[in-house]
């Protein structure tokens, strides 16, 4: 991508990624910095989402980081909604220790995405 449409792809990137950070993962990353499992669950996932988009991604290389973030962002969050799912937002820290595999997974895109090489 070059110009307009990498720079329009990547504000529309951010934005996607700001909304799942402000629903999900302002609540879900404080409750792992309290409970070392959830964080370690969440380091798991973003390592998994990672090694997706660098290797199982053809041309990744050539598209932005955060681009690539919020697009599987987008697909994990569409993929949930038809099969009736949603990401489950405790409002205790308790409720987090027993987070689910949708819920988890894009907690890992949050924590990628906060990592200064997606900025």
């Not at 700001?18 to 910095?33: E, M, Y």
Request: aromatic share 6%; glycine share 10%.
């Amino acid at each position: 991508m070059s110009g307009f449409v990498a720079v329009f792809a990547e504000f529309s990137a951010r934005r996607v990624l700001t909304r799942l950070h402000n629903q999900i993962g302002i609540a879900g990353l404080a409750a792992a910095a309290a409970i070392p499992g959830l964080a370690a669950v969440i380091d798991q996932h973003s390592a998994a989402v990672r090694d997706i988009l660098e290797f199982g991604v053809e041309g990744s290389a050539t598209v932005a980081g955060v681009v690539l973030l919020a697009g599987y962002a987008r697909g994990v969050l569409d993929q949930a909604r038809e099969s009736g799912r949603l990401p489950r937002v405790p409002a205790e820290l308790t409720g987090w220790a027993e987070t689910d595999w949708l819920t988890a997974r894009l907690l890992g895109v949050c924590a990628l995405a906060n990592r200064p090489t997606n900025h």
